[in-house]
């Protein structure tokens, strides 16, 4: 097993150069840039003019030149020398490749630079909003299991009963509608909007937050995430317990359930004994993408909605105004996180079924 983790400890490197290299070739072809960010600041433009100065030339400034057509339109008034000494200044004077390279170097040691458009760090970016995001996520993560483990086994047990019938109406509807639209919905409903005002509609924690006692603390802090949580959930639930009632349906109806009831042994011993530990490989294996989906790309906009200031957000951001540091540094995060998820993944099927061994398999 210890060869099988190193194997995949060291396939990590060329999968996160792969992933940057591909990312900063698109990102490289998009329109615009900051250096057209930056005049259009300067010119006092909007964003929509913004894009129509920079027009087809922004792959251009990204590879480190600037156009005599945008220099003419984007740049209008703004002396070269000034063009110049941004380039020098945003890292845009030198070839696409040698940036890229001393952009994986620099990322070896979590060296990400410094933001383009916000007075910080990356890294201190990273770290300021990387709590939300995961207690968003983790939560999230954990309400959806305690709810669509225990749920999804009784369904199987009870499969083409009443209660199987109105639960799975109740989980295709809460999977029919979006995140963001229950998000909405339950602000209406909870958080002072047409009916009640019970839970808070912003942030993670109160205002007055530092001068609460410990456990007020969190209690507060709770409080806060019932909201975002809930409507993080609906989607995820939904999944996971149709995933975990299939998988016990199709263990339940093998072979060796068969015998083991023939041998008159109980239901329950059964169940939790012989048919839990292979039926919950395949709800493991889900856990990577679930914790990914929740923890950054499924929380943009439950983050937008309830005003929470997340790694999602901060994404999203950076993305508009071509901040590149930032959206280079916050993808490395996310492909790291990725990959590493993935090894705990298998490291887990082996200590739910201490049958498999990945190791022989691969050789």
């Known amino acids: 097993m210890g060869v099988y983790i190193l ?4 396939l990590i ?3 996160l150069v792969g992933i940057m290299l591909l990312n900063f070739v698109i990102v490289q ?3 615009g840039g900051p250096i057209e960010q930056f005049i259009a600041q300067m010119q006092g433009m909007d964003s929509g003019a913004l894009s129509r100065a920079g027009g087809g030339g922004g792959s ?6 600037v156009s005599g057509d945008q220099q003419s339109r984007g740049a209008k008034g703004i002396p070269p020398e000034l063009i110049a000494e941004m380039e020098k200044q945003y890292g845009f004077d030198k070839p696409p490749v040698e940036r890229f390279f001393k952009m994986l170097k620099d990322y070896a040691t979590f060296n990400f630079g410094d933001s383009f458009f916000r007075d910080s760090s990356v890294i201190g970016l990273i770290i300021d909003k990387l709590p939300v995001s995961i207690s968003i996520g983790l939560w999230s993560t954990l309400v959806i299991y305690l709810i ?3 749920l999804g086994i009784r369904k ?4 083409g009963s009443r209660f199987d019938v109105w639960t799975s109406s109740a989980i295709i509807v809460g999977y029919a509608i979006p995140g963001f639209l229950f998000a909405i919905l339950l602000i209406v409903l909870f958080a002072g909007g047409s009916y009640l005002d019970w839970f808070p509609l912003r942030g993670l924690t109160s205002t007055h937050f530092d001068s609460l006692t410990w456990y007020q603390k969190i209690g507060d802090y709770f409080w806060h995430l019932v909201l975002p949580v809930t409507a993080n959930v609906i989607g995820g639930f939904a999944t996971l317990t149709l995933l975990t009632k299939n998988s016990f349906l199709d263990e339940i109806g093998k072979q060796y359930v068969v015998t083991a009831r ?3 042994l109980e239901d329950r011993r059964i169940l939790y004994g012989h ?3 292979n039926a919950m490989l395949i709800v493991i294996a889900s856990l990577p993408g679930l914790l990914i989906t929740l923890f950054f790309t499924g929380s943009l906009l439950i983050e937008v909605i309830f005003s929470l200031d997340g790694l999602g957000l901060l994404g999203f951001e950076a993305a508009l105004n071509r901040d590149y540091p930032v959206i280079f540094g916050t993808l490395y995060i996310f492909t790291l996180m990725g990959l590493v998820l993935k090894l705990v993944s298998d490291l887990t099927y082996v200590l739910v079924d201490p049958r498999i061994d990945f190791e022989s398999r691969e050789g």
């Open 156 to 159: 199987a047990v009870m499969d």
């Open 148 to 150: 669509s483990i225990p």
């Open 60 to 65: 251009e400034v990204g590879s480190g030149q």
């Open 262 to 264: 023939a041998k008159g």
């Open 13 to 15: 490197v060329p999968t």
């Open 275 to 277: 048919v839990f530990r």
């Open 29 to 31: 072809a998009a329109p």
């Open 7 to 10: 194997r995949r400890l060291l």
